[in-house]
């Protein structure tokens, strides 16, 4: 019997291909939970590394209700990661963060799951500057409105093995001798490790003190990202130069990379949130799944 006296069983985790899916699987299996996982392809090389955790895979598409219940048909726990940082072509935010997670909801109470984890952002809320966190928001609501045990997690910046952003500064602090910042560099985040985000999962799990929950989730660092870089810096041993590119360069260079590119650099939606910030307001997550989050230059260096 775990804690919360509820038993392990079978965990089912949409979005387990991505970045904080990966990282989660793989602790989730190595703590000896059966895992079955949501998949496009069985074929891709996302999918192998999920099947190597020992865990099943399970065809389907998060617009399509029907097959997520069929695919978590005798799940427990329910998992639900999925989410876009950008639109790209041929689906929405509201796409993804709302009807998918409906869907996701619909399944888990119509296969009887016990909990229902969800992944949303720090700084959701109904009258956010952007449609990426008002539709989280949305998401969120319709968490809290199903009647299923919930836990929801809103992370900052998150760092790790296949992680975008920070292994993005560590090859520029690698190889530029100048590192570009957009604006003057003072917006301020709490950059947190894909570790530390997997174990209050796998904390919350079978914790009763997390049913019916929100948590922010952030680093034990306030920094800004003139200072992030720094720690970049120092963590790599390199002294670097910023350049710092006016925000009046920076924001058509965004509409235009949105416009142009399948993946864009940088969308307005992104620089927004970037320059509001992303630091946590309770620490809540300490108290109840007894979070000690790493600090960045020890996350770094698991990263080099």
Known sequence: MQPGGINKGMVFITGAGGFVGKNLASRLASEGYRLRCLVRDAGEPEAGYLR??????????????????????????????????????????????????????????????????????????????????????????????????????????????????INMLLKQVSTLPVIPVLGNGRYRLQPVSVFDIAACF??????????????????????????????????????????????AVVKPVARLSQRLMSRPLLTPDQLKMLLAESLCTSDTVREDLGLEPMPLDEGLRLLI
């Not at 950008?86 to 409906?102: K, L, N, S």
């Open 202 to 247: 796998a904390g919350a799990m079978e914790n009763q003190k997390a049913v019916n929950r929100e948590y922010e989730v952030c680093g034990p660092e306030v920094m800004d990202f003139n200072q992030l870089i720094d720690t970049v810096c120092r963590v790599l041993g390199k002294r670097r130069f910023k350049a710092h590119i006016p925000l």
């Open 52 to 165: 190597g955790l020992g865990a099943e895979l399970a065809a389907g598409d998060i617009m399509n209700a029907d097959a997520i219940a069929a695919a978590a048909k005798g799940c427990d726990i329910f998992i639900h990661l999925v989410g876009i940082i950008f639109e790209p072509r041929g689906a929405t935010f509201e796409q993804i963060h709302v009807r998918g997670t409906m869907n996701a909801l619909a399944a888990a109470t119509v296969t009887g799951a016990h909990r229902f984890l969800h992944m949303s952002a720090l700084g959701a809320g109904p009258d956010a500057e952007t449609e990426y966190l008002r539709t989280k928001w949305a998401a969120e609501e319709a968490v809290r409105a199903s009647g299923l045990a919930y836990t929801i997690f809103r992370p900052s910046l998150i760092y790790g093995p296949g992680g975008d952003f």
